[in-house]
């Protein structure tokens, strides 16, 4: 029994009819049946028969041979001849297209079962060695040696890339020529020619290998050092039928061991003069030991002053802050009550002054608070810890406490932040700060409109990035200036008066404690029309 499938090509029905009935009546499945040698090629391209059994003598422009010829060459399926002809001329036309088989008729049920499974089996086989024989190619290729291989007589059957770029020389140029013409060796040392492996190789069936100091002339004439090993091929019973020959450019081994033989060599003469600087040097060591000390001891007396000097700071500006801040809050406090007209009526310009007064008390507090807050950022007193903070909750917060002072300048006043919790990792008090600096600078500039604080999160860079958006129909920033407003003390000789009243602080001490948490501050601004400062957080 055989699942084979069968192409049958016969031009006489009746007998194309007996081979399929004798087929089937064998176990195979029911072949396909053609009449002409055009109708064949056609078929065998389209249902893929694993054998077909050819009528040499058919009717129309192509025999059963040109049919044959076709059909083994586009499709590789294996070809039976069956004829009634046996003449020499028609066996020796039929032998070029290769046949699997050839039967004459009549002929016996077990004649065509053996030329089938033979037919099969030889294919199978044939198929299995090229699949083999382009594995074993496709790997001599591939390979980082030069690969030359050659029959019994030492002419070249085969060379892989490296070979070629080796010697200088194309496979299809010395494709069956004697190696002994392209792998020219000689001794690098008495520059005498030295016999090819493969010669010794081949009379003596034993792996040959070159010493060491060999050089390969290629084909330009250039001396390559290399090391080659040569061994036999041998068919399976022993017979040597070739042999192979492996070899490696060692032109950059070489030069490595000649780079360390120079390197030992100076490295021999370094020792040599460091040991005679050696008594030397001993002789300078304990001067230079006690040379070390004193400069230890007195990096020791810098350090403890440096520290000296560090304390006394941070108690000046702890001190002078806390008296800044009485004496302002002072002022503060008695010119707001002097404001209430409790202890009496006020003049207009009394008034007027009492205003400007507080204001600056309020204006120099506020410097001084962003001066200590720099102070604590630079010299690492701040220390930042995040947690799972609730965002929205945070902007909430900014929003109710500027509600009062956007309402008072006559401003609109709106939000998007989400209703449910929005948390991330951050820190609570530096966000707050920074949304407060934000928000208070966009009421402060801005005269008429709205001021609008936007809540987004996107997706970028694999994580979710959340993005805190403060803006204003406010007096903008020139293009010039806006490289300018994060740095300290900003000198913006192109913004408007009102934006030059700020202390030049708030947006620099914003970024520093937005970089703290792990963020940055953008800013988008058109002159005339408004600003956009954009918190990331990633």
């Not at 077990?110 to 496709?138: F, G, N, P, Q």
């Not at 770029?165 to 069956?176: A, D, F, P």
């Not at 720099?374 to 909430?396: F, M």
């Not at 600096?437 to 997706?459: C, M, S, W």
Request: charged share 30%.
């Amino acid at each position: 029994m055989s699942d084979a499938k069968i192409l049958i090509v016969e031009d006489e029905g009746i007998e194309a009819l007996d081979i399929q009935h004798r087929l089937v009546s064998l176990g195979y499945p029911t072949p396909e049946i053609v009449f002409s040698g055009e109708d064949a090629v056609k078929k065998a391209g389209e249902t893929s028969p694993d054998v077909a059994l050819m009528d040499i003598m058919l009717r129309g422009e192509i025999d059963g041979v040109a049919a044959a010829e076709r059909i083994h060459t586009l499709f590789d399926i294996p070809i039976i001849y069956v004829t009634a002809y046996a003449d020499e001329d028609t066996l020796k036309r039929a032998k070029i297209t290769e046949p699997y088989g050839y039967i004459i008729k009549p002929f016996k049920d077990r004649e065509v079962h053996i030329a089938i499974d033979v037919a099969l089996y030889k294919h199978k086989m044939e198929r299995t060695l090229k699949e083999s024989e382009k594995w074993l190619a496709t790997t001599l290729r591939s390979i980082g040696d030069g690969v030359i291989a050659t029959d019994k007589n030492g002419l070249i059957t085969f060379m892989n890339a490296v070979a070629e770029v080796v010697t200088g020389w194309k496979l299809t140029e010395v494709l069956n020529k004697k190696l002994t013409a392209v792998f020219k060796i000689i001794n690098a040392d008495t520059r005498q020619l030295v016999e090819n492996p493969v010669t010794r190789v081949i009379l003596e069936g034993a792996v040959v290998g070159l010493a060491n100091h060999k050089k390969l002339i290629a084909r330009d004439g250039t001396e390559v050092p290399i090391d080659a090993n040569a061994a036999p091929i041998k068919d399976d019973k022993g017979s040597i039928i070739g042999a192979i020959l492996v070899f490696h450019d060692v032109t950059e081994r070489e030069r490595i061991e000649a780079e360390l033989r120079t390197a030992r060599d100076e490295l021999e003469k370094r020792v040599a003069e460091r040991t005679a600087d050696l008594a030397l040097a001993n002789k300078y060591l304990k001067q230079e030991i006690e040379q070390r000390k004193k400069a230890e001891y007195k990096l020791e007396e810098k350090n403890i002053e440096l520290e000296n000097a560090k304390w006394a700071k941070d108690r000046f500006l702890a001190t002078i802050s806390n008296e800044l801040r009485t004496a302002l809050n002072a002022i503060i406090g008695f010119s707001g009550t002097l404001l209430t007209k409790r202890t009496g009526n006020l003049s207009d310009d009394q008034e007027k002054q009492l205003q400007a007064i507080r204001s600056s008390a309020e204006h120099l507090l506020s410097l001084i608070n962003y001066l200590l807050d720099l102070a604590k950022i630079e010299y690492g007193k701040v220390e930042i810890r995040t947690e799972p903070v609730d965002v929205a909750g945070v902007i909430r917060e900014v929003v109710e406490a500027m509600q009062p002072v956007a309402q008072q300048k006559g401003l609109k006043f709106t939000d998007n932040i989400p209703k449910s919790q929005v948390v991330i990792r951050t820190h609570a008090r530096a966000l707050n700060q920074i949304l407060l600096n934000l928000t208070n600078n966009a009421i402060k500039f801005t005269e008429k409109g709205e001021v609008r604080l936007e809540f987004a999160q996107q997706y970028r860079g694999g994580g979710f990035q959340t993005e805190i958006s403060v803006v204003d129909t406010g007096v903008g920033i020139r293009e010039e200036d806006q490289k300018r407003i994060f740095e300290p003390f900003p000198q913006l000789k192109a913004a408007p008066s009102s934006l030059r009243e700020g202390a030049g602080l708030g947006l620099h001490l914003s970024q520093k404690l937005a970089e703290l948490i792990g963020g940055e501050i953008s800013c988008r601004s058109a002159y005339g029309r408004g600003s956009t400062f954009t918190l990331t957080l990633k």
